[in-house]
């Protein structure tokens, strides 16, 4: 094996460890390594299990922070031995054992991308759970039709992330497709994932609905925003909340018609509106009406401090909440996200949920 070789390998082993170290410090390893300590003695406690709530955060703290702490330890080993072993196989010239840890090389570079690629989630919020919410635009049949195509997208996405996908609510069109919907995906890092996916989605299709074939432009708008638990302080008075309870709609077996289990809530100072149809129990429902009206309002708080900011940066004033965001072109195979200018043709692989490159992209560019 050539010198030039020989040295590269050495090269990008030395640099994945630098590239480890500098993760460590902006991550704040050693906090997190403390703090993982003591949530696995807190996990280990049986008194814990008493308080089933306390014992869900938990477990989801010590996932989250074994995802950072465990995987530097790994890799930071996985260095260090990659490194020795490779001192000794080009000693011994034995370039078996050097094309091995070159092969381990790229596994370790994977581990780091991943918590690298974490570092563009900057938003407080990220970690959590998220709700998704579809609404057509103006356009009838058809854009109910394209908002129908969206939440399938968006639930095969979720699927393909490994996240639970539940379906909240669900409003059918007149015709054909959804007029809206709300899809919570809980999983790792969901709201950070899916907030980008915030905007106007435009569809531009021969419309099978039209006899005469004709090329229509529709639009839905998406918006995403996370669950927040009860440790983030959203003070809402009841008295501003109207309930109405009424019969989930849609197919959904013999008992789901029968009684008014589906809750909507109405907050009158923001006429912000809520629904949840997707239990049975009307209590469950509610509980979960409002989840989301908590989550709502968080949002529209978050969304206030945001615009307040980007009038201070006029350079950004034309990405604002509710813009067109992705225009994708049916009879052309192409979609193009407009705020980054990443564009795809693989039209069937997107509308399956394959929109990881252009979360990407967006999460690159803090958009």
Known sequence: MEAEQLNQIENQLKELGSRADELKRYLDYPAKQDRLEEVVRLSEDPD???DQKK???IGRERKALEGVVLVLDQVTSGVKDALDLFEMAREEEDWTTVDAVAADYATLEAQIAQLEFRRMFNNPMDPNACFVDIQAGAGGTEAQDWASMLLRMYVRYGERKGF?????EVSEGDVAGISSATVKFTGDYAYGFLRTETGVHR??????FDSNARRHTSFS???VYPEVDDSFEIEINPADVR???YRASGAGGQHINKTDSAVRLTHIPTNIVVQCQNDRSQHRNRDEAWAMLRAKLYE????KRMEAQQ???AGKSDIGWGHQIRSYVFDQSRIKDLRTGYEVGNLKGVMDGDIDDFIEASLKQGV
């Open 48 to 50: 814990i299990w008493n």
């Open 221 to 223: 708008s998406v918006f």
């Open 164 to 168: 639970n996908v539940e379906v909240m």
């Open 300 to 303: 529209l708080e978050l969304r």
């Open 203 to 208: 569809l531009v299709r021969v419309s099978p």
């Open 311 to 313: 009038q201070l940066e």
């Open 55 to 57: 014992a869900q955060e």
């Open 243 to 245: 309930t109405d309870t």
